[in-house]
């Protein structure tokens, strides 16, 4: 199906937990709706070329693969087991774009807290029950090892309990379900969070540019997301154990202080994590007055 090039049409989810945090992205980066109403399936772009199509995130994978729609915001799970369901198929393939850095989660295999795990060949000859089975399938497949696995919709945790699996394949994130059903995560599969999923071919036509341009703008609110300004004086002997603590600050700007030929003042743009142990450690470098600002805006 040819879909109109003049729009993009972004497929997330209605309602669940990637919902509120993929519309505040959009609207960050400055893409408004003319329907704020989370009932209607179909948002037309308010002063943009940008649409939004709201569903069940286990359809957005293949919505964009039918070319309904040209991307989507998903769980990296969701996008990496349709894929694979899809291989093989006349579906357009898919690919990640971006990492949203948020709803981050892992697949993760669990067994009862009694069992002793010496590895994974330990579910050689057991039933796993897991809503992935494409991509439980394939970890399985590297390892060589044959067990079976029972696919379920939903409830995975308690398959055990019911008699249904002697191991799971589930999705983690504090770990509280695990541990309210008795069991252990024993096995990482893989590290999800919400990313933008798009065909992986160009649309070949004026969709390329308006992916472009959504990119940069989305880009942009991530990297001021992960941006804080961090404000502070230091002695000039002490200036490089300081800058040795803020790797990440891409070309800081230091200058003089007025009345001290001893001090400098850093300003510094730092792009990783500022946490209480940086700046404690960068106080016991020398570092004085120390100030962490948020950036509301980033022109590079
Ligand atoms: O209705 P719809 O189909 O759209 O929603 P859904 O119910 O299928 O999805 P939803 O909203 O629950 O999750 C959407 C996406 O959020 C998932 O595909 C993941 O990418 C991401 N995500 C992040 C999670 C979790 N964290 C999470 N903890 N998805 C599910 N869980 C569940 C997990 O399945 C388990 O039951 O939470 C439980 C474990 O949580 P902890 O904190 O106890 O470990
Ligand atoms: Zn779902």
Same mark, same amino acid.
């Given at each position: 199906m040819s879909r109109p090039s003049d729009r993009l049409r972004v497929a997330m989810q =209605?309602? %669940?937990? *990637?919902s509120d945090p993929a519309r505040n992205l959009l609207k960050q980066a400055g893409f408004q709706f003319r329907?704020? #109403?989370? /009932?209607?399936l179909f948002c037309y772009g308010d002063g943009c070329a940008v649409d939004l199509v709201l569903v069940r995130d286990d359809d957005i994978p293949q919505l964009i693969a039918e070319n309904v729609c040209d991307l989507g915001i998903v769980g990296r799970n969701v996008l990496q087991e349709k894929a694979l369901e899809l291989r093989g198929t006349s579906h357009a393939g898919l690919q990640e *774009?971006? +990492? @949203?850095? $948020?709803?981050g989660c892992r697949l993760s295999l669990a067994v009862p807290n009694g069992l002793d795990w010496r %590895? +994974?060949?330990? @579910? #050689?000859g057991r039933r796993i029950a897991t809503s992935y089975p494409e991509l439980l399938g394939e970890y399985l497949q590297a390892r060589g090892i044959d067990a079976d696995i029972v696919a @379920? =919709?939903?409830?995975?945790?308690i398959a055990i309990k019911l008699g249904k699996a002697d191991a799971i394949c589930d999705l983690v994130s504090s770990g509280a379900t695990l541990v309210a059903n008795g069991l252990k995560e024993t096995e990482i599969l893989l590290q999800s969070e919400a990313v933008l999923a798009c065909q992986?071919? +160009? $649309?070949? /036509?004026g969709r390329d540019a308006l992916l472009a341009d959504f990119l940069a703008r989305i880009d942009g609110v991530m990297k001021v997301q992960a941006s804080k300004l961090i404000l502070c004086q230091t002695g000039k002997r002490e200036l490089n154990a300081v800058l040795r *603590? @803020?790797?990440?600050?891409?070309a800081p700007v230091i200058s003089p202080v007025w009345g001290d030929d001893e001090a400098l003042n850093v300003q510094a743009l730092c792009t990783s994590a500022v946490t209480w142990q940086r700046l404690e450690a960068m106080k016991s470098a020398g570092a004085r007055g120390l100030m962490v600002l948020p950036v509301e805006k980033l022109l590079a």
């Open positions: =209605k309602s %669940g937990r *990637l329907s704020n #109403d989370k /009932d209607q *774009l971006m +990492p @949203l850095a $948020f709803g %590895g +994974p060949s330990d @579910l #050689d @379920l =919709k939903g409830s995975v945790e992986n071919t +160009p $649309f070949g /036509d *603590l @803020l790797p990440d600050a891409a």
